[in-house]
């Protein structure tokens, strides 16, 4: 069983910044792929951004140039450096892993953002 333990949600202003955090209760190297997914009130779950073990980084476009998706090995932990946020990223943060075609998730965290 791998858990995920997400941390660094919090209420910001527009243009401000956070850093969420997730770490993983296994070696992260056996995870496929790390990712960050969002859900705000009324929507779906979005895709937000993704790095593999090779360190491929993938993101969604309304997040670009904005978000950054990194990770520590040795801490077998993501991070999700958000900067200039906007009102509209106001959501749920959710940690994923992929590991041999299972999908692991975090319980969440809460960003809003203020305008």
């Known amino acids: 069983q791998v858990q995920l333990v997400e941390s660094g949600g919090d209420l910001v202003q527009a243009g401000g910044s956070l850093r969420l955090s997730c770490t993983v209760s296994?070696?992260?190297?056996?995870?496929?792929?790390m990712a960050w997914y969002r859900q705000a009130p009324g929507k779906q779950r979005e895709l937000v951004a993704t790095?593999?073990?090779?360190?491929?980084?993938n993101y969604v476009d309304s997040v670009k140039g904005r978000f950054t998706i990194s990770r520590n090995n040795a801490r077998n932990t993501v991070y999700l450096q958000m900067n200039s946020l906007k009102p509209e990223d106001t959501a749920v943060y959710y940690c994923?892993?992929?590991?041999?075609?299972?999908?692991?998730w975090g319980q969440g965290t809460q960003v809003t953002v203020s305008s």
């Open positions: 994923n892993g992929k590991r041999l075609n299972l999908d692991y």
């Open positions: 296994r070696n992260i190297l056996s995870m496929n792929a």
């Open positions: 790095i593999t073990n090779s360190g491929y980084t």
